[in-house]
């Protein structure tokens, strides 16, 4: 599971470095390890016992207060702390210390379904096998008796 893990790390810190170069026509380092990072917080969250059965509209909120959190904090060590100034929200709406921004948090709900199904191919039927092993004790009279 773990391998499975680093590839969504791997693929989605790179879909988010390059969503930076698309709209930005730059990145950084640290957004690839943001990307990472919150994909594979977002995919361990609603697979947990208490999220797995939650609507979608409920883990996209999930998926996008994760990120927002993460892309603070990245923010905070990158351009507050390091000067970097890697990106600066200070003119966008409802900012927090120009890191994170109520429309980013927004554009971050709308892609935690995909970053969900990015986990769903990659982990998904291996997390099925394991969870069926289980919750399913074998039975003494499955055998066809």
């Not at 990145?27 to 797995?52: E, T």
Request: proline letters at 4%; charged letters at 15%; aromatic letters at 12%.
């Amino acid at each position: 599971m773990l391998k499975r893990l680093l590839l969504l790390f791997g693929i989605c810190g790179t879909g988010y470095v390059l969503l930076e170069l698309l709209y930005r026509g730059r990145s950084h380092i640290s957004m690839f390890f943001a990307g990472g990072i919150s994909a594979v917080g977002i995919w361990l969250c609603c697979n947990c016992r208490r999220m797995k059965n939650k609507c979608l509209l409920v883990k996209c909120a999930l998926g996008s207060a994760f990120i927002t959190a993460v892309e603070f904090v990245t923010g905070a060590v990158v351009n507050l702390w390091l000067h970097l100034k890697v990106w600066d929200y200070s003119s966008m709406p409802w900012n927090l210390l120009g890191q994170i921004c109520l429309p980013f948090s927004l554009i971050w709900f709308v892609l935690t379904p995909p970053i969900l199904g990015v986990g769903k191919l990659l982990c998904g039927s291996y997390r099925s096998k394991e969870a069926t092993k289980r919750e399913m004790p074998a039975s003494p009279l499955s055998s066809g008796e």
